[in-house]
């Protein structure tokens, strides 16, 4: 047998044999994987924040007190955001069902045991979804497991639309100390519109599992402009929200607009947290933005019997009980979402600056009207433009922010290694994904060819701005020539002319007249001309003048200096002075020796005079 075919075989057999697989895995230590423990029924201590707060008597109406657990160092940030977001609301309202916590219905929650080895739907907890805050807390107060009259939850979902002040009052009240910091980092990336999909693993200390999913993007639809709620209670997110009347899309409506109603584009948020301490007790949470699953209260009873954290597309009764494949399924759903509305708002993008584009084209151009008009047009769009990559640059930002975290993600020595040993149908999940992601690359290429194209517009603009400007600045030079040069003389011999007959040395003729038209406007290109020569050469005079006005000041100094007493001391000691800064202003260091003996002759008299007198 040959030798590359014999090296061929022998490296087919390495690799289906344990041996080969046990060293590669050997060479890639740092590769990540889902840790055996998680395969293997842990009993918990499922003690709520409340019932840990209560024993070391701190005060369990305050909402940072419930998410510090004590003995471990918090986030500062996330606790400072939920506490302002969360600003005049309490628990105690929340238990008695006093306001919002009492009447908006914006919750759905299913709970069921889950033990190895089950097959079906479980034995599930009955709730009267939707339900409120306040039947959540009351939901979530019962014991966990080993309740008397009820299942255990050992597999609990929690949905809720526009999370609210009273809800996140409900939720940590009763979420267990195991899992506050999840709770609590989860609603702070919903809050704050951020992006997140990750695996996070704790190397130190309890060991657990935290599933992440946070999706930000927009929603372009027709909307009435909202309110500011600033100042007051919140009631929902807060969400960014941009008017995009002037991209003009009702152009392309096919129905006719409501009048209170503008286009526009609206911040929203998916998150979905799965996290727990093994394949059998764990909880998901899931916040939505009511703008992409619209009004939980409205929904029907048979939707209500659907998982509402996956939109709706997974029945209950037939849940998937492995949290990873659960999630997995949730991404892939809620990616799916994502990926339609960025289709379908760089689409609209895409119609607009087209259209705007070819509708304005005429203002590149000089056959567009007078200047005046081409100034005013070019001018609007050119703010036009400012504004559009200004939106661009928004949606560019958070599209690449999505783009990147599946790209952390979407490794084998990332977190995606810790979906190795999944089911088949979590596999193929996982490849609609990647699908997804593709398409959403494309979307971000297409709005950076929009950014480029509307750069490249606003150049032109801004080219052709300036042309125009040099272009009025010749005619208004022109013009200024015209009047300088001919009108100028002109008025001013009819206004010489208009004098008294005895004040004017000539005679008013109509020769003498044109005589001194002829005559003023040769003086007036004659003094032009001698200016237009003279400001080049102007800085060469500069250094000169400024040089005999120092000699000058200088002169005058010496002048007032020798009136006094002692003149004939210091007249020559200043003419000194006087020669070295003139020698010094040349770069030249020069001495007159005949001023400085003589300097030194006359101190010298001055000095021995009064000893002479004395002898």
């Known amino acids: 047998m040959p030798l590359d075919r014999q090296d061929a075989l022998g490296q087919d057999l390495r690799d289906i044999t344990p041996e080969w697989r046990q060293e590669q895995e050997v060479s890639a230590p740092f590769e990540k994987k889902w840790c055996t423990e998680f395969s293997r029924l842990r009993k918990l201590n499922e003690k709520t924040l409340v019932e840990l707060k209560k024993n070391v008597d701190a005060d ?3 909402l940072p007190n419930l998410f510090i657990v004590s003995g471990n160092t918090d986030s500062p940030l ?8 969360c600003r005049g609301t309490n628990l105690e309202d929340v238990k008695a069902g006093r306001g919002r916590a009492g009447v908006q219905r914006v919750v759905w929650v299913d709970e069921r045991n889950c033990f190895p080895d089950l097959d079906g739907r479980g034995d599930a907890r009955q709730h009267e979804n939707p339900l409120t805050a306040t039947g959540l807390f009351r939901a979530l107060e019962k014991s966990r497991f080993d309740h008397m009259d009820l299942p255990d939850a050992a597999r609990r979902l929690i949905y809720i639309t526009d999370l609210d002040p009273t809800c996140i009052q409900a939720l940590a ?27 996070k693993i704790p190397s ?3 060991l657990a599992f935290q599933l992440d999913l946070h999706l930000a993007f927009f929603i372009l639809r027709k909307f009435t402009p909202p309110e500011n709620s600033r100042g007051g209670i919140n009631i929902k997110p807060r969400r960014h929200w941009i008017d995009l009347s002037f991209l003009k899309l009702d152009k392309f409506d096919l129905e006719p607009q409501e009048p209170m109603e503008v286009w526009g584009i609206q911040g929203a948020q998916i998150s979905c947290v799965v996290a727990g301490s093994d394949h059998w007790r764990w909880v998901g949470y899931g916040f939505v933005d009511a703008e992409i699953d619209g009004i939980l209260a409205e929904s029907s009873d048979e939707d209500l019997f659907h998982d509402q954290i996956a939109a709706g597309e997974l ?3 037939f849940p998937i009980w492995k949290p990873r494949e659960y999630w997995i399924r949730v991404f892939e759903i809620r990616s799916d979402y994502v990926r339609n509305q960025w289709d379908y708002l760089i689409h609209k993008l895409e119609l607009s600056v087209n259209q705007y584009m070819r509708e304005h084209s005429s203002a590149l151009s000089h056959r567009s009207g007078n200047a005046r008009e081409r100034a005013a047009e070019m001018k ?6 400012l504004k559009t990559m ?8 958070v599209l690449c922010d999505t783009i990147e975290a599946w790209k952390s993600f979407n490794s084998r020595d990332e977190d995606l ?5 999944i089911s088949l149908n979590a596999h193929r999940s996982i490849y609609a994904i990647k699908v997804i992601f593709r398409q959403l690359q494309r979307n971000q290429r297409r709005i950076f060819l929009l950014k480029n194209c509307c750069s490249e517009f606003s150049r032109a603009l801004e080219l052709h701005l300036n042309l125009e400007a040099k272009e009025a600045a010749v005619e208004n030079g022109v013009t200024s020539e015209f009047t300088v040069a001919i009108l100028y003389p002109i008025a001013l011999a009819a206004a010489i002319f208009s004098m008294q007959p005895g004040a004017i040395p000539f005679n008013s003729t109509p020769k003498s007249f044109a005589l001194a038209i002829f005559i003023l406007i040769v003086m007036v290109y004659t003094i032009r001309l001698i200016g237009r020569h003279a400001q080049p050469r102007w800085p060469l005079l500069q250094n000169p003048i400024s040089l005999w006005l120092k000699r000058k000041k200088l002169d005058e100094d010496i002048d007032k200096v020798s009136g006094n007493a002692f003149g004939d001391t210091f007249v020559q000691s200043s003419e000194v002075g006087f020669e070295r800064i003139v020698d010094e202003e040349k770069n030249e260091l020069r001495f007159n020796d005949t001023k400085a003996c003589g300097t030194r002759a006359v101190c010298g008299q001055s000095a021995i005079g009064p000893q002479a007198g004395q002898t």
């Open 204 to 206: 130190t200390g309890f």
């Open 390 to 397: 200004d939106l661009l640059r928004l949606l560019d930002g």
């Open 417 to 421: 290694g810790y979906f190795s040993d």
């Open 60 to 62: 369990v109406e305050d």
């Open 78 to 85: 996330e606790v400072e955001v939920l506490e302002d977001f």
């Open 173 to 199: 009240a009763t979420v267990s100390c195991h899992q506050a910091r999840v709770l609590r980092n989860a609603i702070y990336q919903y809050l704050k519109f951020q992006t997140s999909i990750a695996v």
């Open 380 to 385: 609007e769009s050119f703010n036009w433009a």
């Open 315 to 317: 029945e209950s009764n």
